[in-house]
């Protein structure tokens, strides 16, 4: 189904309470700086297929451009916890953006936990979200035969596998889940979020954030944690279409995005990588290459 089953997530939401801070900025992930560079990492790893953002402040074509120049397929956000003053507009400009610059490609897209979006956007209810994504996909699909909808909802407790608002019309259903506040298996979510919708299940983020307090006391490592998950994707006995690593770039933390950044990815903030994830990382492209 995608370029590869190992994949990887980049931040890019936008902060209202730090001043709008844009993660994907704060992170360089952008065509003028290092959006080619990240790229190339990732296919080292034998990662082909992202998800990243096209938020509405950002010149869409340039991304679109740097993902097919470095033949990388592309989840695209079309929300992540932004406002859309014109989601009209938003999506008759991602509509003409993909239709000058990848025509001929599978158009991926994704809308962020609709779920969570009112704890992070205030005044935006789920229901609102919602009926705007509907609205958005509408304008695309009127306009991009070759669309394709993944769902990203969280999965730590038993009550979010219905969280999925979108499922009717997606192709893939993706379930988010971090070992600070899993109060269940992964392979359990897997097996639930699959048997209550009937379509294509991924894990859409996944991730561990060193040094932060969690339930699952005692790991700390991001390369035992990568093979945790995909163990328990092993033990849930169901096709599973990818894992994606998120966020892949150490992010500005959200509380103080200007004095440091979170230990959460591969790639740090110097361009090093973290060495018990790369390691991580290429055992598993060694057992789940890229799709030829």
């Known amino acids: 189904m995608f370029r590869s089953f190992l994949q990887a997530g980049f931040e890019c939401g936008r902060l209202e309470w730090q001043g709008n801070f844009c993660l994907l900025t704060g992170t360089d992930h952008l065509p003028e700086t290092r959006m080619a560079a990240h790229y190339a990492i990732l296919r080292v790893h034998g990662i082909r297929t992202v998800r990243d953002g096209l938020p509405p402040w950002l010149p869409v074509e340039p991304r679109l451009r740097v993902a097919r120049e470095a033949d990388m397929e592309v989840i695209w956000d079309l929300n992540h916890y932004w406002r859309h003053a014109d989601p009209e507009g938003y999506a ?4 003409d953006a993909v239709l000058a610059v990848a025509p001929d490609q599978t158009f991926w897209c994704c809308f962020n936990e609709t779920s969570f979006h009112p704890r992070m956007v205030p005044g935006e209810s789920t229901a609102f979200v919602v009926e705007q994504a509907r609205g958005i ?3 695309l699909r009127e306009r991009l035969p070759r669309l394709r909808l993944v769902t990203s909802e969280p999965a730590h407790r038993p009550h979010e596998i219905g969280a999925h608002a979108l499922a009717d019309t997606a192709d893939v259903v993706g379930i ?5 506040d899993l109060r269940r298996s ?7 979020v699959a048997a209550r919708y009937g379509k294509p299940v991924m894990i859409t ?3 561990l954030h060193r040094g932060h307090p969690r339930r699952w006391r005692g790991i700390d490592d991001k390369g035992y944690w990568l093979r945790h998950v995909l163990a328990e994707v092993e033990r849930s006995r169901i096709p599973v279409a990818g894992v994606c690593l998120y966020p892949i770039v150490d992010s500005p933390a959200w509380n103080a995005p200007q004095r440091h950044r979170w230990d959460h990815g591969l790639v740090r903030e110097d361009m090093t990588l973290d060495p018990s994830l790369s390691a991580a990382l290429l055992e598993a492209a060694a057992r789940h290459g890229p799709t030829p």
């Open 205 to 207: 983020e996944t991730g």
């Open 186 to 192: 992964i392979a359990r979510s897997l097996r639930d």
């Open 176 to 180: 988010n889940v971090y070992p600070h």
């Open 92 to 95: 008759r400009r991602v509509a």
């Open 137 to 139: 996909l509408a304008i």
